[in-house]
């Protein structure tokens, strides 16, 4: 059924049936006054309490806290990189299509190299997907970038595989893909990056399967800004 319209003023509002919030602006600071009264933040560290209500946001899940893992310097290098002017590097357009380009601080560009015309052919060359070669075509930004894996598995790993062989460093990496195979063990490498392999680059992620790139977007836009 299509809105009604009287001809003349274009589309009418429908009859109110249900009691609801419409307020945007009172939307958004009630959800986040609902995450502050539910979530228990003193799971994370002081710096990253903003940071885990924005991913509590994009997920709608309050228990995700305790799933999240914060790395100490995640939010001061994160920023500081962002206020510099660093690109945001991106697994998937998703991703991208949800970094808020108002609440980057440097006009910073955000970057996701899943379309690049090379990419078909060396995932099909290197026997991966799509998403892991796209990666792969980063190392000329990567240096000070700050990372942001919301969807596959096989980018983080590939990521964290070009660390591994000396690639150049990004200043943070949010490191959340999502799904059922390869997820959870992904985001604990990158966990386990600096005691297995010497390689210290703040991070933050979710333990287990949960991810996703509103998660990923929403710790990337909580990051660019200190105001909530």
């Known amino acids: 059924m299509t809105a009604r319209t009287d001809g003349s003023r274009g589309p009418q509002a429908p009859t109110r049936h249900y009691?609801?919030?419409?307020?945007?602006?009172a939307i958004y600071l009630e959800s986040f006054a609902t995450i502050r009264?539910?979530?228990?933040l003193s799971?994370?560290?002081?710096?990253?309490?903003?940071?885990?209500?924005r991913m509590v946001h994009g997920s709608g899940q309050v228990d995700?806290?305790?799933?999240?893992?914060?790395?100490p310097d995640l939010v001061p290098a994160a920023?500081?990189?962002l206020d510099a002017g660093a690109p945001v590097l991106c697994d998937a357009r998703m991703?991208?299509?949800?970094?808020?380009?108002?609440?980057?601080?440097?006009?910073?560009?955000?970057?996701?190299?899943?379309?690049?015309?090379?990419?078909p052919e060396l995932a099909a060359r290197w026997g991966t997907t799509r998403s892991a070669a796209a990666?792969?075509?980063?190392?000329?930004?990567?240096?000070?970038?700050?990372?942001?894996?919301?969807?596959?598995?096989?980018?983080?790993?590939?990521?964290?595989?070009?660390?591994?062989?000396?690639?150049?460093?990004?200043?943070a990496i949010v490191g959340c893909p999502v799904g059922f195979i390869g997820a959870a063990e992904s985001k604990q490498a990158l966990v386990d990056l600096r005691e297995q392999h010497g390689i210290d680059v703040p991070?933050?992620?979710?333990?287990?399967?949960?991810?996703?790139?509103?998660?990923?977007?929403?710790?990337?836009?909580?990051?660019?800004?200190?105001?909530?």
């Open 37 to 40: 009264r539910e979530a228990d």
């Open 203 to 228: 991070f933050v992620t979710v333990r287990g399967r949960r991810g996703g790139s509103a998660i990923a977007s929403s710790a990337v836009n909580a990051l660019a800004q200190e105001a909530e």
């Open 79 to 81: 920023r500081a990189a």
């Open 64 to 71: 995700l806290v305790p799933d999240l893992v914060v790395h």
């Open 95 to 119: 991703v991208a299509m949800g970094v808020t380009a108002s609440r980057l601080p440097a006009e910073n560009e955000v970057l996701c190299r899943l379309t690049d015309p090379a990419v």
């Open 135 to 171: 990666v792969s075509l980063w190392p000329d930004r990567l240096e000070g970038a700050v990372v942001a894996i919301g969807n596959a598995p096989t980018a983080l790993f590939h990521l964290l595989e070009m660390l591994v062989d000396g690639a150049p460093r990004p200043a």
């Open 43 to 53: 799971l994370v560290p002081p710096s990253a309490e903003r940071l885990a209500v």
């Open 19 to 25: 009691e609801y919030a419409t307020s945007g602006p």
